[in-house]
C-alpha cells in the first residue's frame, strides 16, 4: 500500500505540535477539528465519491458514542472494548441503512437517511429506561486509561496521539479505499449508473459497502468523543451538526477526502475564534460559505485547483534544476 | 407586507440562481439553508431571542356545545382553505401555473416549447415564500415566537410532505391532518416524547413502501 508523501508530512506536523505548544486550548481545538475531519471524511465517501446523499450520516457517530457511553457508565466495562463496541453497533446501523438502497431511489434514500436519524434524535432525548439521560445528556462517560495513562482529564496530550492516530489510519484507509477497485467502482456508479451496472458492477454491493464502512469510522470517532468530553448530549446528532459537517464536505470539496479535512479545520477554527461576536458569528459563517458555493461550485478544492497550473509549472521547474524525473 | 415576502423570495432566487443553472441539488439545498441560517441569525440580531407574541386580529370565541373555538382559529381555517383553492386553481388554471407544472416535469423541454424557465423559478420561489410567510403570521399569533421557531415547522412540513405525497396540493392536505390527527391521539396514548419517533418511523415505512407517498406523483 502506497502511502502519499503529502499526508505523511501532514500527519508528521500534527504528530510534533504538542511537544511545542501544550496550551489545552489549542489542542482540545485540534482534537475536535480532528473528530470534525473524520466525520466528513467518512461522509465524503458516501457524499462525494458515491453522490448519495446520506443525510443520516451523524446517526453513526451518535450510535457510536451513546453506545460506549452507556456500556462503560452503566455496565462498567473497559472503555477499549466500549470503542470497539462502539464502532461494530454503529457499522451494523449502517449495514441495516444500506439495505433499503435496492428498493428506493437516491433522493428517497436521502429523506429515509433523514427520517432515521431523527428517530434515532427522538428516542435518545425520551430517555429510554434511563440509560441515554435524555436532554441533558450522559454523564460522566469515564475516562480510557491505559496502565498509567489517563486519556483525559487536565493534559490533552495523552488523547491528542489517541484521536491523532484514528485520524491518521481512518484517512490512510480512505485514501486506499477510494484509490482501489472499490473506488473507482463507486466514482462509476456515481457518473453513470446504468453503465457501471452493464459493466458488471453490482450497485447494491458497492453502495452497501461504501455506507457502511462509512459508518464504521464515524462511529469509532464517535465512540473516542465521547470519552474525550466525558458527556454525550443529543445535540451532537441534531439538526445544527448535521447541517454543519454537511457544509464542512461542501465547502472543502467533495469527492476529494483531502478537501473536507481542511474545511473541518478551517470551520471549527473560524467558529471558535468568532465566538466573541455570538450570533454574528453564524452570519459571517454563512456568508463564507454562501460565497464559496455560489463562486466555487467544487469547494475550496475547486477554488485551489484554479491555481493548480502555477503550482504544477513552479514544481517543473523545480524538478529540471534538481534534474529529476516525475 | 405581502408585496415584500413575495419580492424577498424572487431575490433569494436571484442569489440562487447560478446554483440553480448548474444543476447540482445537493448545493442548491446547502445554499438554502446557508441563506437560511443567515437570516435566522439576523433576526436573533435585531429582535433578540425572548419569546414574543403577535396580537391576534380578532378577540373573542364562539362556544359550540363543550368546546370553545376562538375567532381566531376560525380566520385561519378560513384563510388557509381560501389559499388551498387558490393555489390548486393557480396551478391547473393560469399560464404561469401550467408552466410551473410544465417546468416540474421537464425543465429541458419546457425551455423548449417557450416556457421562460427563470422567470418561473422566480415566481416559484417568491410564491412559496410568501406561502410561507402566511402562516408564519398565523403561527405567530397562536403561539410564542423566536427566531427559530421555523425549524420544528420544518420538521412538520417534511413529515407532512412525505406522508402526503411530493407535488400533490390534495396529498399535502390529507397529510396534515393525518399528522395532526395521528399527533394529538398518539400522544394521548404514549407520552409526548414518543410521537416524534413514531411519526418519522412512519415516514420510514411511507418511503419505504410507498416512495411516492399517500397521492404523490412518482418521486424520481
Partial sequence: MKIDLRILVFFGILFIIPLFIESPFILHLLITSFV?????ASWDLTMGYLGLFNFGHLAFF???????GI???????????GLATGAVIATLFGFILSLPISRIGASAFSLFSLAFQEVLFYLIRSNPYGLTGGAQGLFPVPQITLGSIEFGGYSKVPIYYLILIFFFLTIVILFALVRSRFGFAISALKSSENYAISRG????????VAITSSAFFTGLIGASYAHFLGVVGPEIIGWNITILSCCIVMFG???????PVAGAFLITGMSTYLTGFEAYKYVIIALVMLLIILRFPSGMA???????????????DLYQNFGEKK | MLLVLFVSGMFIQKIMNPLIDRDNELMIILGTFAIGALLENALLIFFGGRLKRIPTPLEGYVKIGEASISYHYILIFAVTLSIMIAITLFLKKTRIGMSMRAVAQNKDSAFLVGIPVKRVYMYVFGISTLLAGISGVFMGSTIFITPNFGQEALYRAFI???IGGLGSIPGTILGAYLVGFLQSTLSSIFTM???PPILFVLVMLILLLRPQGLLGSRLK
Fill in chain 1, 71 to 81: 456500556l462503560t457508565k452503566f455496565f462498567n466495562i473497559s472503555p477499549w472494548i
Fill in chain 2, 160 to 162: 407532512i410532505c412525505v
Fill in chain 1, 253 to 259: 470539496g467533495p469527492g476529494t477526502l483531502f478537501g
Fill in chain 1, 36 to 40: 470534525f475531519s473524520v466525520i466528513c
Fill in chain 2, 193 to 195: 416524547q414518543f410521537v
Fill in chain 1, 201 to 208: 458492477i453490482d450497485p447494491f454491493y458497492y453502495k452497501a
Fill in chain 1, 62 to 68: 451518535g450510535i457510536g458514542a451513546y453506545t460506549t
Fill in chain 1, 302 to 316: 475547486g477554488a485551489i485547483s484554479i491555481f493548480q497550473p502555477y503550482f504544477s509549472k513552479v514544481k517543473r
